[in-house]
């Protein structure tokens, strides 16, 4: 499939992986019967099987190994129209081997706000409905990256109060990014790392009515 890997979804397999508190999945670019392509899941990781036992229901509960993560992480109705469509693009951008953008970088979709992210990574707050009924939003952080030149999808998860406001999202969004740069450390000592360069807390923000600064 790629020249350096035979099997993806064995290649990041690893048991120090397997054993981080960082809630997130890693799902790898496979191909069924030479035509249909998916995203199977290819390794999850201790903090994510405490969060699926803690929030039944959710987006870590639903990432199964060897599931698809186009569907896992396929935003839902409650997420909004320009989620799912921004999603669409990601998958498209991955099945290609190119790191997703709009305008030219990511995108962070945080309630009223619009984070400017590096190429290949996107944020968006998925709602669902939790064991006894009451709503829970899960925000979800996916990067795309590459292991020695082979692509895979790294997907954070984490677990807001309800009804969050703007300030929430952005505090809990930065503290996302915070474990991210702790994951892509790990896997940077175990494979050869590419991605786009991540800028230390530094982040562009549209506005809804298309201003644009800087904030850190």
Known sequence: LFD???DPVKHVDRQKLRQMKQAFVMAALGRHDGHQVDFPIALRSAGLDASASNWPGGPAWKA????????????NDAAGAKAQMLWKTFCES????????TDGAGTALLGN??????????VFVQPFHGRLGNPIDCLVYVKHIELDDCPFIL???????????????EDEFYKL???LDVVISELASEFFYYAPMRRQRTFGTRSLRGRCREMS
Not at 113 to 122: R, S, T
Not at 155 to 169: E, I, K, M, R, V
């Open 177 to 179: 990014s915070s474990q």
């Open 113 to 122: 706000m619009e984070l400017v992210l590096p190429a290949g990574e996107f």
């Open 155 to 169: 997907a954070l998860h984490s677990y807001l109060s309800q009804d969050p406001d703007d300030h929430s999202l």
């Open 4 to 6: 350096e890997v035979d």
């Open 94 to 101: 991955f099945e290609k081997q190119e790191f997703f953008k």
């Open 64 to 75: 199964k190994a060897g599931g698809n993560a186009r569907d896992v992480f396929q935003p």
